[in-house]
């Protein structure tokens, strides 16, 4: 089939590699031409595990890049949305840039297509687009509207794509339900995973793959629901995580014990320094928002946003209790995506701890495996970029641990130490056992867990006092 699929960012990109590798002809489109020219040289933009080599494996065969809308939309039956729709001021969704794509795909329908929405839009999006697009003179028989959110996770992107644990289909007709059951029939047959070169399946992926059919207003209620179910469960072991560390007791001890309730689940019962990135801030002021306007007051997502926006700053007070006076430390931080494994820094936590940190009057030099570039030009002048997790930790006073790349759980600890003015490491995600880091020499601080000190040390003594 030849599909379209408008927006080659986190998602429309990982879509577009994902569905060539599914055997559809693709055409992704962007307005944003140095995006378009670079995709077309066989530059990859984004930093996702396994998207070198699916763009690598497709680019010019099954998929091809323009920024023409209208070319791309001829020849496909199936048009994918997949552009940006961040946050207005006011909290709601800024739907500006998925009207601008239905004005313009008005003016391309030739024949019957069907629209699928896969950005994360407010419930009713899938008739307002409708609305525009018959405004703006399409036959009103010549097209349809789907939804099919997306619910890839940056950093594992790909293979969510490839193994999700569902695929939601919000459809209005048997004809849009069954294009779109024919488009993921690889992946809900089970056959691609028996492909040869398939990307290998992660652990726990749900094979073959279950499609839920809805209506289009629930399929966009599933999306902001679950993100605003999510994030909650993040606030949720975070507000646990400090009282465990007003009471001495150990976050890891409480989520395994919690974790081990087959309806809670022990997926996403991490502690840190709070959610971030471009989805789950945006996407839980939009959903309270469209709650307020349908006339339901949805104050638990209040409480969700304040725990988050509260952990930075009860991270900071943890900095502030192993270090004392912050001004003129010089601290390494590791870290600055929003998690591990890209490089996308959007509502970052660890941006935002080093806003406070700078305020503090802090020294930052900073380091990420792929984040760098994205922030490099706006904290230039303000932060120093080290070449290494240990060129970071030359001659600081503290490491601080703000992203859980999966290297930063493996650092030479004997090399860190050397590196290091004083040993203390203060872990905003938990990466490392904290008896281990004692044993190491570390002064150790993590997030809901007791502090870690080495054995001698006047810091463990009445440590051990205070206990008895
Ligand atoms: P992004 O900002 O990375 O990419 C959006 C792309 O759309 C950009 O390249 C932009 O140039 C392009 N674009 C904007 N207007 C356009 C137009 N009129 N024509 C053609 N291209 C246009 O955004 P993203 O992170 O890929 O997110 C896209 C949507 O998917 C959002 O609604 C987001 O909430 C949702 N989503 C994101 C994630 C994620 O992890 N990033 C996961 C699930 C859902």
Known sequence: MQVTVVGSGYVGLVASACLAELGQQVICVDSDRAKIDALQRGETPIHERFLPELLARHCGTRLKFTSSLADAVKSSSV??????TPSTESGDCDLSAVEAVARELS?????????????????????????????????????????????????????????????????????????????????????????????????????????????????????????????????FINAVAN?????????????????????????????????????????????????????????????????????CRHFLRKVRNALWTLKGKRLAVLGLAFKGGTDDVRESPAIAMIELLLREGCEVAAYDPAAMPKCREWLQERVIFAESAYDAAESADAILLLSDWEEFAALDLQRLRRALKYPIVIDGRNLYDREMMAQRGFMYYSVGRPDAFPRESPEHVSQLKKAS
């Open 243 to 311: 009282i465990c560390e007003a009471v001495d007791a150990d976050i890891e001890q409480v989520c395994a014990g919690i974790g081990a309730d087959a309806r809670i689940g022990d997926r996403f019962l991490s502690p840190g320094i709070g959610y971030g990135g471009s989805c789950f801030p945006k996407d839980l002021k939009a959903f309270r928002a469209i709650a307020r306007e349908s006339g339901y007051d949805f104050r638990l997502l209040d409480e969700v946003i304040r725990i988050n926006e509260e952990q």
């Open 79 to 84: 048009i994918f949305v997949a552009v940006g």
């Open 107 to 235: 003016r391309s329908v030739n024949e019957y297509k069907l629209v699928v929405q896969k950005s994360t839009v407010p419930v009713c999006t899938s008739e307002w687009v409708r609305r525009i697009m018959v405004l703006n003179g399409a036959p009103e028989t010549s097209f349809e509207i789907a939804s099919n959110p997306e619910f890839l996770r940056e950093g594992t992107a790909v293979t969510d794509f490839l193994y999700p644990d569902r695929i939601v289909v919000g459809v209005n007709s048997k004809r849009a339900a069954s294009l779109l059951r024919d488009i993921y029939r690889p992946l809900t047959n089970g056959s691609y995973v028996r492909q040869k070169n398939a990307i290998p399946e992660p652990d726990e992926a749900r094979i073959p793959t279950r499609l839920i059919e809805t209506g289009a207003r629930s399929a966009e209620l599933i999306k902001h629901a679950s993100n605003a179910f999510l994030a909650m469960k993040i606030s």
